[in-house]
């Protein structure tokens, strides 16, 4: 869930659903009250709402994360800080591959209506993707998918036309 659906309200609807776990982010200036038990009221007046919150650093962005959830952090079913982290960096690796899918590989746009469609595109899309990530390039060319896509589509356009298919094709018998 994006922060910015993350208000106090929604995280209470969330808790209220016994047999659903979730960690979402919050918005950094939202007011947070540290209680004795570990946890943290969120929100102001009536809309306060007491929540587990997990705070931490990316050095490489300087940027603070704080995370909200209803995992416990003891008991049987004990989940670490750590553990909420990595859920949470995990669940944005999935937020970053979508984002290349529609900006690069043009799954921003469906061609169709028709639910197999949609399946068949959203796979040829993974598919391609997954092509991407196999691919070797020359390195003076860089390391990063956009890369390899950039590097793909430039030797497809120099070698992929109907002049140079034909002419293969006439070669060849």
Not at 34 to 53: F, H, P, T, W, Y
């Amino acid at each position: 869930m994006d922060r910015g659906f993350a208000s106090s309200e929604r995280i209470s609807e969330l808790k209220q659903q016994k047999n659903k776990a979730f960690v979402l982010r919050i918005k950094n200036n939202v007011t947070l009250e540290m209680l004795e038990n570990g946890n943290c009221k969120v929100g102001k007046d009536e809309r306060e709402v007491e929540i587990r919150v997990v705070a931490f650093c990316d050095i490489e962005t300087k940027s603070e994360f704080r995370l909200a959830t209803n995992l416990l952090n003891e008991g049987e079913e004990q989940v670490s800080n750590q553990e909420i982290m990595e859920i949470y960096i995990q669940r944005w690796q999935i937020e970053l591959l979508w984002k290349f899918l529609k900006m690069h590989l043009k799954l921003d746009r469906l061609m169709t209506k028709n639910e197999n469609g949609i399946r068949i595109q959203i796979m040829c899309c993974l598919i391609a993707y997954l092509i991407l990530q196999l691919i070797e390039i020359p390195q003076e060319f860089g390391k990063t998918l956009l890369d390899k896509l950039r590097y793909l589509q430039s030797y497809m356009c120099q070698e992929i036309s109907y002049v140079h298919w034909f002419r293969k094709l006439i070669w060849i018998r």
